[in-house]
């Protein structure tokens, strides 16, 4: 075989959690930024600058989850029976933050706190537990032969719940930035210095999420600090630096686009390092992706289909955004 | 719990989210095509009502579609975190589909349903169709996929068991298993049943109260001439289906229809009602229908089928829920056929629109669709246990290794939430529908353009708004 199924497979899955990480991000980070803005009509605005979007958004973790079951069904029913509690506490926060889009609107005057709430209370549940999950999978999933042998409550651990409050922060920032980019007037201005301090938070995670891991982690510190390593992933650091000065810098003059593109940067710079402290395994500690890898035969199909179609769904994702492209104003709506 | 298993309530945690999760993508199957029909009417008639009803309707579809997405999160995830052994072992076949399900239908969905939506003074008329009939296809093609997936489930094929593990060998076996095009079939129509149902229903409940336009009759006159054609169509795909159960799935069969063994070579009685008992193996208080029940189930005087005693007590789906579920089933389609019926012979004078027994019946018949689907879901998955891959893995070895006390938690959870949050949705729903459809004001020739058209393709605009009185509603009396 000369090509490795696997290996084109992890990409794929890292591609699509990634987008959702990006996407869902920044729509999320709307929910948790609701409480700074107790304007209904500002709410209005912030909730209507992603609603064409965001259920294409959650499509990508539907996709992550599916391509895993497809190619990696060891890693699938491992992975997510590990992290149950937290995945169904997920789940139960996109729940209540979806309807939301929709019921908001629908609610009277006396209903609508409620679903305001709902929106701020999923989003910052859906996000934190999205991730206590991923640290949970960083520090490593107990397993005797193929069967998860760690307990329910094993991710109510100080790395976990950090990494919970890490995500909460990434996507507060996107959130923040994106509003930047699609509002104008006071929000804007109210947006822009919270950015200024959200950032600086932002670095501080990253930076505490990069000492924890090799710290506790030999075979991390191994990946990172070892020769040629070293050189071959200097950037990742450097580059954050450069981001977040970046961010900093466009945040003082006018800025429209400009933070919310820093401040994908710095989120992709930070899932990248993940990523690299976790290569190749797939159930950290031990097992790899080729170690869990479904039949070659069921990863071909779903291969040829990926390949094919992926493009034409960015294609309409991007036609989908130029649609709505440009600020969302007071009492506008798309309605 | 309640003396109750892991396995128990990781079953009860399934069963509880599908059956919410199923009502909506089979509304949202049915109102998408219904929407790019209206949609497509509006551009070539020009007529208003259709524009009138496709704005009405799309912003029930968006409520519906919503709960629909959330809904379906929560499934794609329990395979994994609720039926683990399950996803080791069938994941092979299941995941591929499933990839192919998000691939070529969700991204579809979610791409076009943002302009659908809100896009009405944003892309041309043209553009806005299209983005319509792709959502409309897009729920099509998940059909397509997850029926797919649940057919292999019931009549596996194209595979081989290498390690323990299924192996897919031949893809189109795969799809193309042999119960798909049935089920296929049978819950695409049932979605489109239960859409004319609930659409039929919202109309009559305006023409019993005396509220009375084009555009409320032309939604009563299309789902009835849906019923009419579509539910006897219907009941011909069922027992197609059924036959093809009978040949893959002989338990099921004789579980539905309570049959315990055959008595020499007599033909088979129907039971219309009983209570078959699986302690004592044997349907108490039967009334039966001689020889029906062959007729029915071989198409011939006296032919037989196997009955439940000959499968191993270990091997035998639960009689007494099916034998219900699927007699619920049958009785509502009968219930849809005639309702269509009726409604033919009232269309002479146009008597459809003022008949109010009628009119009662096409209300009280709104929810029939989608508890007739949930009926059927029951018969066909109940009737596949104890097995959850037909013939290759048990239901008790494909459940997660969790404990009680989180399975428990989290069920809790889900109850409480579903209720509150889906409850909620309908309600929501309901409000919509209560509203009616708002009959814009003619505009001029020449007129302001597209651009001015007070088009609220998603009722996002406020509740005062809508309700405030509106001279339009009553153009026709």
Request: proline fraction near 6%.
């Amino acid at each position: 075989m000369g090509i490795d199924l696997s290996l084109l497979w992890i990409v794929i899955i890292f591609f699509g959690v990634m987008m959702y990480v990006v996407m869902d991000g920044f729509d999320l980070g709307i929910g948790m930024l609701f409480p700074f803005i107790p304007d209904r009509h500002d709410r209005d605005v912030m909730m209507n600058t992603v609603a064409p979007v965001w259920d294409g958004n959650e499509t990508w973790l539907v996709l992550g989850g599916a391509g895993l079951l497809a190619a990696f069904p060891l890693a699938y029913s491992v992975v997510l029976s590990a992290l149950y509690l937290p995945l169904m506490l997920m789940l139960l926060g996109l729940i209540f933050r979806g309807v939301a889009f929709e019921f908001r609107f629908k609610a009277n005057d006396r209903e609508r706190p409620v679903w305001d709430a709902s929106f701020i209370l999923g989003s910052a549940t859906a996000s934190i537990f999205q991730g206590v999950a991923l640290g949970a999978y960083i520090d490593g999933i107990r397993m005797e032969g193929h069967r998860f042998a760690g307990g329910p409550l094993d991710w109510l651990a100080p790395f976990p719940l950090f990494c919970g409050v890490g995500l909460m922060v990434a996507y507060t920032v996107l959130g923040s930035t994106w509003l930047i980019m699609k509002t104008e007037g006071d929000l804007q201005q109210r947006m822009i210095r919270l950015t200024g301090a959200l950032a600086w938070l932002l670095l501080a995670v990253i930076a505490v999420i990069s000492l924890w891991t090799p710290l506790t982690h030999p075979e991390i510190a191994e990946r990172w600090f070892s020769l040629p390593n070293l050189f071959w992933f200097a950037p990742v650091p450097i580059l954050v630096v450069l981001c977040m000065l970046m961010l900093m810098r466009a945040l003082r003059r006018e800025p429209n686009m400009a933070p919310f593109l820093y401040a994908l940067g710095l989120v992709f710079l930070g899932y990248s390092g993940l990523a690299i402290s976790v290569w190749p395994n797939i159930i950290p500690p031990g097992i790899s992706i080729w170690d869990a890898a479904g039949p070659p035969q069921s990863q071909g199909f779903a291969l040829v289909g990926a390949l094919f179609i992926i493009p034409f769904i960015l294609m309409y994702t991007v036609w989908a955004y130029y649609v709505f492209r440009g600020k969302v104003r007071h009492g506008e709506g798309y309605h | 719990m309640f003396g109750l298993t892991a396995l128990d309530l990781a079953r009860i945690q399934f069963a509880f989210t599908i059956s919410f999760h199923i009502v909506f993508p089979a509304i949202t199957i049915g109102l998408a095509a219904y929407l790019a029909v209206l949609e497509g009417c509006w551009l070539r008639t020009k007529r208003p009502h259709y524009r009138d009803l496709y704005h009405f309707w799309s912003k029930i579809f968006a409520v519906n579609f919503g709960m629909g997405v959330v809904s379906g999160l929560v499934m794609a995830y329990q395979f994994g975190t609720n039926w683990s052994f399950f996803s080791e072992f069938a994941g092979s076949i299941t995941g591929p589909l499933l990839t192919y399900e998000v691939l070529t239908a969700f991204f579809l969905e979610a791409g076009f349903l943002g302009v659908m939506l809100f896009g009405w003074n944003r892309v041309g008329p043209g553009l806005h169709f299209f983005a319509t009939v792709m959502v409309a296809l897009g729920t099509l093609i998940s059909a397509t996929w997850i029926l797919a997936s649940n057919s292999w489930m019931q009549t596996p094929a194209g595979f081989e068991i290498i390690d323990g593990r299924v192996v897919p060998t031949d893809w189109f076996a795969v799809i193309f298993n042999p119960s798909f095009p049935y089920r296929l079939l049978h819950m695409s129509v049932a979605a489109f049943l239960a859409t004319a149902l609930f659409v039929g229903a919202s109309a009559a409940w305006h023409l019993l109260r005396g509220r009375d336009n084009q555009a409320i009759r032309k939604m009563l006159s299309m789902a009835m001439w849906m019923l009419l054609i579509v539910a006897p169509i219907q009941a011909v795909i069922g027992d197609l289906h059924g036959l093809n159960t009978l040949k893959h799935q002989p338990a099921k069969i004789a579980a539905l229809e309570g049959h315990w063994e055959n008595h020499g070579n007599e033909g088979l009685p129907l039971l219309l009602f009983g209570w078959p008992d699986m302690q004592r193996e044997e349907t108490r208080f039967a009334v039966t229908v001689p020889r029906l029940g062959s007729l029915i189930l071989t198409h011939t005087w006296d032919g037989q089928i196997q009955g439940l005693k000959e499968f191993a007590p270990e091997d035998r789906p639960n009689s007494t829920i099916l034998f219900w579920s699927f007699r619920v089933m049958v009785g509502l389609g009968l219930l849809m056929i005639a309702l269509g019926a009726w409604s033919l012979l009232l269309r002479r004078g146009e008597r459809l629109y003022r008949a109010r027994a009628f009119l009662h019946m096409a209300l009280w018949m709104g929810p029939a669709g989608v508890i007739a689907i949930l009926a059927g879901w029951y018969t066909t998955e109940v009737g596949r246990q104890p097995w959850v891959v037909y013939g290759l893995q048990r239901t008790a070895d494909a459940v997660s290794p969790h404990g009680v006390p989180e399975l428990a938690l989290t069920l809790g959870i889900f109850v409480i939430a579903y209720f509150f949050v889906f409850g909620v949705g309908i309600a929501y729903m309901m409000r919509l529908v209560r509203k009616g459809p708002v009959l814009e004001a003619p505009r001029p020739e020449g007129g302001p353009g597209r651009e001015h058209t007070p088009a609220r393709p998603l009722s996002a605009v406020d509740d005062d708004e809508v309700l405030a009185p509106n001279p339009a509603a009553r153009t026709r009396s």
